[in-house]
T-cell receptor, first 112, second 110 residues
Framework: ETGVTQTPRHLVMGMTNKKSLKCEQH?????MYWYKQSAKKPLELMFV???????ENNSVPSRFSPECPNSSHLFLHLHTLQPEDSALYLC???????????FGPGTRLLVL | QKEVEQNSGPLSVPEGAIASLNCTYS??????FFWYRQYSGKSPELIMF????GDKEDGRFTAQLNKASQYVSLLIRDSQPSDSATYLC??????????FGTGTSLTVIP
């Protein structure tokens, strides 16, 4: 266990559904990240939050909506996804100013 | 051109041998370099990071950085079957962007 938890671990949803992914870190970090990992592709950084403020949004479609209510929790709200959005979604955290990121176990998402 | 490139493998080495994993990056001004290990079905875990040219050793792992050649490598000495995994190279570039390679699959044969 790295101190970063994610729920759910697996999710199957239709293209018209709305769902949310949750990430929680117990490490006292103040930076949190969402990554997407698809087969045969590099990890893609989606969003970065530092001290609850979004500092990066790497051209992610608006059907993905992040929320960071405090430095320990991070959500990814999903709506009207496409089948190509099926992937492993990883959350990570770090101490701002330090670059070592700790990853959660991921949510395996399948969009039908 | 990809920001970070790795040979996808698979790389196979016998148990006890040295495994050598390589990575090149495109942004010459990049400052921070990382190696992660990812077991099948699991999330990446940090093995080590390196900032300065030269070698950095941690147990059986040695990271090597050559900024002039824009090249970073990871050596695993005395490879064990438990080292079988995908190894991800990551780079933080001058724009403070974090990029990962596609990973190299390593199999250590008993």
């Amino acid at each position: 266990e790295t101190g970063v938890t994610q729920t759910p671990r697996h999710l199957v949803m239709g293209m018209t559904n709305k769902k949310s992914l949750k990430c929680e870190q117990h490490l006292g970090h103040n930076a949190m990240y969402w990554y997407k990992q698809s087969a045969k592709k590099p990890l893609e950084l989606m969003f970065v939050y530092n001290f609850k403020e979004q500092t990066e949004n790497n051209s992610v479609p608006s059907r993905f909506s992040p929320e960071c209510p405090n430095s320990s929790h991070l959500f990814l709200h999903l709506h009207t996804l496409q089948p190509e959005d099926s992937a492993l979604y990883l959350c990570a955290s770090s101490q701002a100013g330090r670059e070592t990121q700790y990853f959660g176990p991921g949510t395996r998402l399948l969009v039908l | 051109q990809k920001e970070v490139e790795q040979n996808s493998g698979p790389l196979s080495v016998p148990e006890g041998a040295i495994a050598s994993l390589n990575c090149t990056y495109s942004d010459r001004g990049s400052q921070s370099f990382f190696w992660y290990r990812q077991y099948s079905g699991k999330s990446p875990e940090l093995i080590m990071f390196i900032y300065s040219n030269g070698d950095k050793e941690d147990g059986r792992f040695t990271a090597q950085l050559n900024k002039a050649s824009q090249y970073v490598s990871l050596l695993i000495r005395d490879s064990q079957p438990s080292d079988s995994a995908t190894y991800l190279c990551a780079v933080r570039n001058t724009g403070n962007q974090f990029y990962f390679g596609t990973g190299t699959s390593l199999t250590v044969i008993p």
